[in-house]
């Protein structure tokens, strides 16, 4: 197929491409919206620093090594119950818990929590207490040894929530895309039904590839 027999498709028939893309768009927008006015889930991120009390190789080593090792102790039914303990929230620690993603960055010894809720302020609370009971912990724990093996924890900054879902752009963003996509795909389909119909002395160039010598003109009688 020519390129011109693409443009002259995409001239005909691209608003049927162009209108169900706005469609599709529109629609996930206002479903985005819906569901961000109704049943919004929000992230907060905190991060905790684990810095050893000396700055050698080995036990800077040791404490990257250790971080697994942190992050399953944070990672656990236990850690959750003291949150909820603490803050009167009217879950259980296994919901709590699949609430609650705990990672670490061994190349930089931080530990990241990250806390989804449907209330912003609440989810970073959840964080704050977290991580508040790994640095109680740590210094509980530095209490039974040398000052230079202690290895302590600390909070880098104020833990901070964002609107994690729905993810209003993206979502617009691919309704957009699949509205193109089944508008093209309903466009070829209407050219390959209607690739036999011809219309004009144009078609017959077209198709046959020879030069229409006359035509009888339409019965207005």
């Known amino acids: ?105 061994n190349s930089r010894l931080v530990i990241q929590i990250d806390v989804e809720n449907g209330d912003g302020d609440l989810a970073n609370d959840i964080a704050r207490e977290w991580a508040n009971l790994f640095i109680q912990w740590r210094n509980e724990r530095n209490q039974e040894v040398l000052r230079e093996d202690r290895i302590d924890a600390f909070i880098l900054d104020d833990p901070v929530y964002v609107l994690d879902s729905p993810k209003t752009l993206i979502n617009t963003a691919a309704g957009a895309v699949l509205g193109f996509l089944v508008g093209l795909g309903i466009v070829f389909v209407l050219e390959y039904m209607e690739a036999g119909i011809i219309r004009s002395p144009e078609d017959v160039n077209r198709y046959l590839s020879v030069p229409v010598l006359g035509a009888i003109p339409p019965n207005e009688g």
């Open 1 to 105: 197929m020519q390129l011109q027999t693409y443009v002259r498709i995409l001239w005909r028939r691209g608003w049927i491409m162009a209108l169900l893309a706005a469609a599709t768009a529109l629609s996930a927008f206002a479903f985005s919206r819906i569901v961000e006015a109704r049943a919004p889930v929000y992230k907060s991120t905190i991060k905790i620093l684990v810095q050893p009390a000396r700055t050698d190789f080995g036990q800077t080593q040791a404490a990257a090594g250790l971080l697994r090792s942190y992050v399953a102790w944070m990672d656990s039914t236990y850690r959750a119950a003291d949150v909820i303990d603490k803050l009167q929230l009217d879950t259980t620690p296994q919901q709590l818990r699949s609430d609650v993603t705990i990672a670490s960055d």
